[in-house]
């Protein structure tokens, strides 16, 4: 039998990193493309990304960057009972077709939740994520916190990290050093509509089209993720398939852009949380505010909030009630001098 690791087999330290290495393809961009309908402007046009990029390979949609990368980190989360939240996620360079993503996952710190009668024992395992392209610079770093079963259910693994030195948020100066120099007077003269002047603070956006969650087994396969609620509902702690947080996330940015629809990127998250979970069929919708804007030189920077909220649908299970599934914090990018 090939096992898969609980959480008393993980230590401080460990390297699971042993994952092919993707080079992301057209065929990825069309699938992800298929699965959400998202909009940004860059990813679909290839000609216009070129004019603002300077690159000929088209840009990668960053939901899908996320995606391969998380995808990746789950050796050690293969019996995950769920992920709790991401800290610190930076995209620190635009990622291009043909690009080669390799991924590295350290475990940082292990907390054993508190023991409950009649509750099975599990822990939260932080993982450090770092993913890198074909010339050995890093695209992405980010900390994500999954729970992961104890294989004796009664356990007392003892086990009590600090998560102090893993950061709360992102800070506006780190976000606003991740912006690419890029050519954005092109990118205003092509796209008409809002630019970043356009919005301030309060700003706030509830989103009319819902998303019905479809096709969740279908990127967990390829983005090579391993976790086996995602696709095996005996393996499930809720008796159906768990769809995976970042086909929420997904959905979240694609409405996003419907709110925004000169979004030209996402540097990075401030925050991330799975406040409840979602199942196939669920019908998304989310609420996008303004909540800060930082001009920059050709561009600005808004921080915007993401709430996502689930109506159940027919695969979730009984226990699961209507109500908000994520609150994102993230920052977009958007042209000047519209």
């Given at each position: 039998?090939?096992?898969?690791p609980?959480?008393?087999?993980?230590e401080?330290?460990?390297?699971?990193?042993?994952?092919?290495?993707?080079?992301?393809?057209?065929?990825?961009?069309?699938?992800?493309?298929?699965i959400f309908?998202?909009?940004?402007?860059?990813?679909?046009?290839?000609?216009?990304?070129?004019?603002?990029?300077?690159?000929?390979q088209?840009?990668?949609n960053?939901?899908?960057?996320?995606?391969m990368?998380?995808?990746?980190?789950?050796?050690?989360?293969?019996?995950?009972?769920?992920?709790?939240?991401?800290?610190?996620?930076?995209?620190?360079?635009?990622?291009?077709?043909?690009?080669?993503?390799?991924?590295?996952t350290?475990?940082?710190?292990?907390?054993?939740?508190?023991?409950?009668?009649?509750?099975?024992?599990?822990?939260?395992?932080?993982?450090?994520?770092?993913?890198?392209?074909?010339?050995?610079e890093?695209?992405?770093?980010?900390?994500?916190?999954?729970?992961?079963?104890?294989?004796?259910?009664?356990?007392?693994?003892g086990?009590?990290?600090?998560?102090?030195?893993?950061?709360?948020?992102?800070?506006?100066q780190?976000?606003?050093?991740?912006?690419?120099?890029?050519?954005?007077?092109?990118?205003?003269?092509?796209?008409?509509?809002?630019?970043?002047?356009?919005?301030?603070?309060?700003?706030?956006?509830?989103?009319?089209?819902?998303?019905?969650?479809?096709?969740?087994?279908?990127?967990?396969?390829?983005?090579?993720?391993?976790?086996?609620?995602?696709?095996?509902?005996?393996?499930?702690?809720?008796?159906?398939?768990?769809v995976?947080?970042?086909?929420?996330?997904?959905?979240?940015?694609?409405?996003?852009?419907?709110?925004?629809?000169?979004?030209?990127?996402?540097?990075?998250?401030?925050?991330?949380?799975?406040?409840?979970?979602?199942?196939?069929?669920?019908?998304l919708?989310?609420?996008?505010?303004?909540?800060?804007?930082?001009?920059?030189?050709?561009?600005?920077?808004?921080?915007?909030?993401?709430?996502?909220?689930?109506?159940?649908?027919?695969?979730?299970?009984?226990?699961?009630?209507?109500?908000?599934?994520?609150?994102w914090?993230?920052?977009?990018?958007?042209a000047?001098?519209?």
């Amino acid at each position: 039998m090939i096992d898969a690791p609980w959480f008393e087999d993980l230590e401080i330290g460990d390297d699971l990193s042993d994952v092919p290495a993707v080079t992301l393809t057209s065929g990825h961009a069309a699938v992800h493309q298929m699965i959400f309908g998202d909009r940004m402007r860059l990813p679909l046009d290839h000609t216009l990304s070129l004019a603002v990029t300077g690159v000929e390979q088209p840009i990668v949609n960053p939901s899908l960057v996320c995606n391969m990368a998380i995808g990746q980190s789950t050796i050690p989360t293969q019996r995950v009972l769920g992920n709790l939240f991401y800290r610190g996620l930076v995209l620190r360079q635009p990622v291009y077709l043909g690009d080669t993503l390799r991924t590295s996952t350290r475990v940082v710190a292990l907390r054993q939740n508190r023991i409950k009668p009649g509750r099975p024992a599990s822990g939260m395992v932080v993982l450090e994520i770092d993913v890198r392209n074909q010339r050995d610079e890093s695209v992405m770093h980010l900390w994500r916190c999954p729970m992961v079963p104890c294989r004796d259910p009664q356990a007392d693994t003892g086990r009590n990290d600090s998560f102090d030195h893993i950061p709360e948020r992102v800070s506006d100066q780190e976000m606003a050093a991740l912006v690419p120099q890029w050519n954005y007077a092109a990118f205003v003269q092509a796209a008409p509509g809002k630019h970043f002047e356009a919005y301030q603070p309060g700003d706030r956006f509830e989103i009319q089209a819902r998303d019905t969650v479809t096709l969740a087994p279908e990127l967990v396969r390829m983005t090579l993720n391993l976790a086996m609620t995602h696709t095996d509902a005996a393996m499930s702690v809720y008796g159906k398939r768990l769809v995976y947080g970042g086909h929420t996330i997904s959905i979240a940015a694609a409405q996003m852009v419907r709110a925004l629809p000169n979004l030209l990127g996402i540097p990075g998250w401030f925050r991330c949380d799975h406040v409840a979970p979602v199942f196939e069929s669920d019908i998304l919708r989310s609420v996008v505010s303004v909540t800060d804007v930082t001009p920059l030189d050709g561009c600005g920077m808004l921080a915007l909030k993401v709430e996502v909220f689930a109506e159940r649908g027919p695969d979730a299970p009984e226990s699961a009630t209507d109500g908000q599934v994520l609150a994102w914090e993230l920052a977009g990018l958007l042209a000047a001098g519209g």
